[in-house]
Each structure stands twice: as structure tokens, then as C-alpha cells.
Nanobody
Framework: VQLQASGGGLVQAGGSLRLSCAAS????????MDWYRQAPGKQRELVAA???????NYADSVKGRFTISRDNAKNTVYLQMNSLKPEDTAVYYC????????????????WGQGTQVTVSS
């Protein structure tokens, strides 16, 4: 499977961005699709996660501002980011957990390439 992320960019504080991440391949299902971020000099952290059944989890720092959603039929996950702050500046990575293929095989996880989000003050 390949995870292709898009939607990053430069935005002023208070603005919005929408990230997308599409998984391609002969995929039967993906249990979890998540967004992580890593700022310079910091560890990678979970931003938002969503299971195939719709259960969501957010980092406290983004609750009420970010919304994760999925289109299971398209194996795509989105991250709507509103009221962006300079501290949201980071490289954002999409992550897929427990990927099942139509061949019957599975993969425990896969990371996508990062997309840069820069929020200016």
C-alpha cells in the first residue's frame, strides 16, 4: 500500500487547511487511519485518529479545532484544521494501522510521506 498525503501549505494564524491522505493498493480494509505531526526538535505526536467504525481520538491541543474524517470506500482520511496557531507548524504524517488485503495478507502499519504545514503569526 502507498499513502499519499496532500493539502499542506502556508497559512496565517486563524486560518484553515484540509489535509488528505489516500491509500492505494488492493486493500480490503484499514482499521485505523491517523494523523501525526512532528515539529523541529520535537518527537512525533498523535494529532487525531479514527477507526473504521468511526471512533475518534484527538490530542488535547487540537480538540475543538481539528476534525478527522474518513471515506472507507476510498481508503482516504482527511484532517480539517481550523483556527490554526503557529504552534501547529509541523510536518504532518498520515498513518494506517492494520491493513488487510484482498489476497488475505495483512500489514500491521504503514506511514505516508509528510506534508508541511506552516502557520505564520
Amino acid at each position: 500500500v502507498q499513502l499519499q498525503a496532500s493539502g499542506g501549505g502556508l497559512v496565517q494564524a486563524g486560518g484553515s487547511l484540509r489535509l488528505s491522505c489516500a491509500a492505494s493498493g488492493s486493500i480490503r480494509s484499514i482499521e485505523a487511519m491517523d494523523w501525526y505531526r512532528q515539529a523541529p526538535g520535537k518527537q512525533r505526536e498523535l494529532v487525531a485518529a479514527m477507526t473504521a467504525g468511526g471512533h475518534t481520538n484527538y490530542a488535547d491541543s487540537v480538540k475543538g479545532r481539528f476534525t478527522i474524517s474518513r471515506d472507507n470506500a476510498k481508503n482516504t482520511v482527511y484532517l480539517q484544521m481550523n483556527s490554526l496557531k503557529p504552534e501547529d507548524t509541523a510536518v504532518y504524517y498520515c498513518h494506517a494501522g492494520l491493513i488487510r488485503y484482498w489476497s488475505g495478507s495483512y500489514e500491521s502499519e504503514r506511514w505516508g510521506q509528510g506534508t508541511q504545514v506552516t502557520v505564520s503569526s
